[in-house]
Nanobody, 116 residues
Framework: QVQLVESGGGLVQAGGSLRLSCAAS????????MGWYRQAPGKQREMVAV???????NYADSVKGRFTISRDNAKKTVYLEMNSLKPEDTAVYYC??????????WGQGTQVTVSS
């Protein structure tokens, strides 16, 4: 079982930046698949950025060059640095992890609102 708690969301103007954090309840050293999804009102949840096997992040085309995913195993935390934010980035952002036993856990989400 892994509990994930996101933080760092908020209201920001277009062009601004936010850094989301996802703190895990236990070590993430052995968890190779972690990342971020988002869900805007009336839309399906979509992948934003994922990091598999500690390699480079994979990003949705809509955020490439603006968002960066990273992790700090010592702090049991995954981050999402978001720059040049756009109103269309407005959504609830969810952190997830998939353990080696293929169990998937989600955080409760954090709201990001970008005003124009």
């Amino acid at each position: 079982q892994v509990q994930l708690v996101e933080s760092g969301g908020g209201l920001v103007q277009a062009g601004g930046s936010l850094r989301l954090s996802c703190a895990a309840s236990r070590s993430i050293f052995s968890i190779n698949d972690m990342g971020w999804y988002r869900q805007a009102p009336g839309k399906q949840r979509e992948m934003v950025a994922v990091m598999i096997s500690g390699g480079r992040g994979n990003y949705a085309d809509s955020v490439k060059g603006r968002f960066t995913i990273s992790r700090d195993n010592a702090k049991k935390t995954v981050y999402l640095e978001m720059n040049s934010l756009k109103p269309e980035d407005t959504a609830v952002y969810y952190c997830y992890c998939k353990t080696n036993s293929r169990n998937v856990f989600w955080g409760q989400g954090t709201q990001v609102t970008v005003s124009s």
